[in-house]
Nanobody
Framework: QLQLVESGGGLVQPGGSLRLSCAAS????????IGWFRQAPGKEREGVSC????????TYADSVKDRFTISRDNAKNTVYLQMNNLKPEDTAVYYC????????????????????WGQGTQVTVSS
């Protein structure tokens, strides 16, 4: 059974850091593109970042560029999202998702390009 499980969320002060993990089971992450999304209360789910299969090509939303880093560890079948210099507006439930294709593409931020989703992990940035 194909499954994605996020972890690593929590409460952090502004300027702090967190690393989210997305562990896959039932398939090999190396052959798929993986995206991270987030959804704040009362807002639409938005794309945060994407990493393509079999390589290190990555893309980011403008709001997180230079603060967040997406990476993968194929040996652990896990994708990470390192989040630095966190801001209150980063508060949201964060989800990872499997892209339908091996690459992210120019429309990687569209939810309908992903076919499997994790259950989400809460990130709260507050003093």
């Amino acid at each position: 059974q194909l499954q994605l499980v996020e972890s690593g969320g929590g409460l952090v002060q502004p300027g702090g850091s967190l690393r989210l993990s997305c562990a896959a089971s039932g398939f090999t992450l190396d052959y798929v593109a993986i995206g991270w999304f987030r959804q704040a209360p009362g807002k639409e789910r938005e794309g945060v970042s994407c990493i393509r299969s079999r390589g290190s090509s990555t893309t980011y939303a403008d709001s997180v560029k230079d603060r967040f880093t997406i990476s993968r560890d194929n040996a652990k079948n896990t994708v990470y999202l390192q989040m630095n210099n966190l801001k209150p507006e980063d508060t949201a439930v964060y989800y990872c998702a499997k892209h339908r294709l091996p690459m992210c593409g120019n429309t990687w931020y569209r939810r309908n390009e992903y076919d499997y989703w994790g259950q989400g992990t809460q990130v709260t940035v507050s003093s």
